[in-house]
């Protein structure tokens, strides 16, 4: 019994040690957020689009169909490191993709998707933020998938890259297709 | 050339304390006088070597050699000197041949004043001393070179982060690692005991002045970074529960517990494997702050660079070092022997009860600093763990400690008199109650905290002059005698005496600058005032000035008491050229009792400026506090009696009275 | 690689300034609520500071709402939910009692109950550890011989 008390301190270091390792895991990200909205209704939102011909987006406009949100912006280079990503899922997986654009001018959204060409059915303005923040978005660019009931199922935040398209997104909509 | 030369250096110094950590260890449990006397040259040859390197790398920076990689990332030719010199440490692999150098400066002490340590336990001490080195320095050279050159050379520096441009900064690293390392000389000798199989006098007596010392040390160093974080960083506050800035804290925590712990080891021969562990978990402490701060593994805003590769080694020096002495510890802690009975109510009892409550709260801290990345490894999603939850949960441990604190000199060792303590500390309790309720009703709309922790440092120091004064006798016996006792007062009271007060002084400015803060924020155009804490702040004008390496907006604020202009205030606006980045100088001026800080914001482009103005009444008593506890670290290292090796034989009469 | 790493720390410590007084609410005793919660907000963005003592953009969006969510009448525990609600427990700098942290919140205080047991028990120990077993005269005599007469000894 006495024994056992002199042991304690080294087994607790083990433990703690272990979790030390796990923490170095360098797929970790200590500064990563997830999402809150997992698996519930996406917000409530409408926001007026970029072109003032197109109606306004909102929940209804996105209903009923499996849709990626994507917030972005002209000033934010990786949002152009993963714009031809979002151009490739566009036309592969007949997917449409909303764009959202957080804290930009119209002007510089409109120069941009000219040079870069447009991945989105539409894109809309969040002047305030409002709508970013219903969402849980901290900075750009920011994807969330959407099913057919309106829920959000996945939310990623960073620039897209092929892994998690490969790994995570793709799979992902062949179950939500189902 | 020299850099090559410190390389060089850096790379026998690891081969020597190669030497160093085996020989004497294998001479010990041998009892090969020889081998175990390759200890005291060897640690000697080790600090020169390192000193060499460490020398190279200083001059380095100074001379602006940029085809040093290490240099040229964190150095620039239009530096302040006193800069270009903390740059060398301003940085990870810097920082590093300064740790080692430290490991390498205690050692050699060791070496050079243990002339009255037994050889095999000074042997074991110097090698387990030598091991640490050794792992440092393989880490240094393999993963984190400072000597690395760039080839071509780059022709201007990337200049040290202008934040950390500053004195108080410049002297905060170098303390830190004086306590962190120090620490590593109490783990020495607690393994070299483990080892050795018993604790005797002479180690306990050994074990107080490196815990002292280091003690002293990690105090100063986090009080620098408290105070720079004060005055630097523009908000007004001294204390974020950051997790590096926990890093620090935590071995504190354990330090000071260690300290009172060895105390009792040394006076009355118990607690010896408790003081042990305690010695083993403090250093633990100091690796696994180094580890945070340099994996990467949790956000800060005081982390170096990161790297998970450097991470991993510091994890496996740690899992090595202290895996290996908590299971050398679990082998033979078990026989050494028991010591001093005791009751629960004496001074070996009221130093059991600190020791417990200082490692609760120093487990509290590492919980919650660690918590975020438990929740996140098991995958239940993740947390923030922030200074709610450390005010929720530190706080209040705390409160029976500063009661305890008061108490537990006045009880006799082995059995102790509460009754007769308590009745002596009467006053100090009416006081203390005096001070409280006086604080709830100037202050009732403040925090209820505020009173408890005034009347927590009213009672402490009322205690702890009543303790004081019943030593040297005063007012009980003839003023002449009172006057002899107190020069002969060994020094180690006296250090006790001023840490303790240093302690309420401190807790006094850190309860009314938490408690009573007052934080104003305005645009003001010129002529415009804001008021605060009983003075009016108004902005005269704003002016644009040249520096060495950045340029600023100066603003003249003048400080008004009614009418009369009191003082004037030059906050600034600073951008620093190279590194582009905006700081701001903030304009603090101090009372005594109570801070004036001025920060300067942006302009709003139309002639207006935001001006924040803090009221921070007490503050200057933390920096006070903080500077006497050191002082009584300081004063009780140069006591005589920790000069000693071992007990001889000699007359104890102020001794046994004392202790 | 360590370069944008530098970069980022450098962007990290650019010092904290909080709140404009564009932001600041009108009454006082809201406005104070307002810093009061928004000390107790996570900046997203930022290393380790609260939305209060950091001038980030998004710090500047959460304060703003905090502010609304007041003038609208919410609570301060309204306050947190509407904001957790979106951003998750993270964004708490006080972390939620809930099954996940019932270990961060009371282990405090186990830790000190069973340290205190512990202690209680080593001190019962050693109170019935047997005393030293006097000396008998043939002992003390040897003692003697060894180490000088009793009153030179017991003057250490």
Known sequence: ?178 | MIVELGHYALVLALLVSLVQASVPLAGAARREPGWMAVAVPASLLLLALVTVAFLALMRAYIVSDFSVANVADNSHVSKPLLYKIAGVWGNHEGSLVLWVLMLAIFGAAVALFGRNLPATLKARVLAVQAMIAFGFLLFTLFASNPFARFDPAPVAGGDLNPLLQDPGLAFHPPLLYLGYVGFSMTFSFAVAALIEGRIDAAWARWVRPWTLAAWTALTAGIGLGSWWAYYELGWGGWWYWDPVENASFMPWLLGTALLHSALVAEKRDALKSWTVLLAILTFAMSLIGTFLVRSGILTSVHAFATDPTRGLFILLLLIIAIGGALALYAWRAPTLGAGGVFRPVSREGALLLNNLLLVTAAATVFLGTFYPLFLDALGLGTVSVGPPYYIATFVPLMLPLLLAMGVGPLLAWKRGDLAGALSRLVIAGVCALIAGIAVWWWKSDGPFMAGIGIALAVWIAGATLVEFFGRIGLGRIAPRDTLMRLVHLPRGTFGMTLAHLGMAIAIVGMTGSSAWKEEHIAILESGGSIAAGGYDYRLDAVTRIEGPNYWAYRAQISLLDGNEVVALMTPEKRFYRVQRMPTTEAAIRTTGLADHYAVLGDPDGEGGWTVRIYHEPLVPWIWGGLTIMVAGGLVSLTDRRLRVGAPAPMRRVAASEAG | MKRILFLLLMLATTPALGVEPAEMLDDPVLETRAREIGRELRCLVCQNESIEDSNADFARDLRLVVRERLLAGDSDGQVFDYIAARYGDFVLLQPPVKPATWALWFAPAAILIVGGFIAFFYLRGRRTAPGPVPLSAAERDRLDALTGPAEKRDAQ
């Open chain 1, 1 to 178: 019994m006495r024994r056992l008390i002199f042991i304690l301190p080294l087994a607790l270091f083990g433990v703690i040690a272990a979790y030390f390792v796990a923490g170095l895991d360098p797929a970790r990200d200590p500064s990563a957020v997830p999402s809150a909205l997992i698996d519930r209704p996406a917000p409530a939102f409408a926001l007026d689009p970029l072109d003032p011909a197109a109606p306004v987006l909102d929940n209804v406009a996105i209903a009923g169909q499996i849709a990626l949100v994507n917030f972005f912006a002209s000033w934010c280079l990786p949002c152009r490191v993963e714009h031809p990503l979002l151009q490739q899922l566009a036309q592969e997986q007949n997917l449409p993709i909303y764009g959202i654009v957080y804290k930009d001018e119209p002007a510089a959204i409109r120069r941009w998707l000219d040079d870069l060409g447009n991945p989105y059915a539409v894109v809309a303005v969040d002047p305030d933020s409002r709508t970013a923040i219903d969402f849980g978005v901290y900075g750009v660019p920011e994807t969330y998938v959407i099913d057919r009931e309106g829920r959000i199922r996945f939310r990623f935040a960073g620039p897209l890259d092929p892994m998690t398209i490969e790994n995570i997104l793709l799979p992902l909509l062949t179950t939500l297709r189902e």
